[in-house]
């Protein structure tokens, strides 16, 4: 019966410390090239990785009317990267293709600069 609650006790051990993963706080700017629409009126970004989701856009702020849009948002995140869409005027971009891939970068700010609609 000891050898048995033993074994247990170990196994339970293993198993409640080799699950967690370890997490890292990740930066990250988007900056979004436009200058191809015409008449923007509302930029966003939807993602996995909270403070974003698919849910809903998280609004994009104008650095240059019309043409160039930016956010800048940190996170926790046991992942090496983390996927996004741009939306423009309530029509997502790349439609029917995979999401856009972004690596982080091994310091503590990543910059992703993209073109709406184009890889």
Do not use: H
């Amino acid at each position: 019966m000891k050898k048995t609650l033993v074994i247990i006790a170990i196994i339970f051990s293993l198993l409640a410390t080799s699950c967690v993963q370890k997490t890292y706080k990740k930066t990250v700017v988007f900056t979004l090239d436009v200058s191809e629409i015409k008449n923007v009126k509302k930029v966003g970004i939807r993602g996995n990785d909270k403070p974003l989701s698919w849910d809903y856009d998280t609004e994009m702020k104008a650095i240059k009317k019309d043409s160039l849009y930016q956010i800048t948002l940190t996170g926790e995140t046991g992942y090496k990267f983390t996927e996004v869409k741009f939306v423009v005027n309530d029509t997502f971009e790349l439609q029917n293709e995979d999401n856009r891939r972004v690596d982080f970068s091994e310091k503590d700010t990543t910059f992703y600069n993209a073109k709406f609609n184009k890889r």
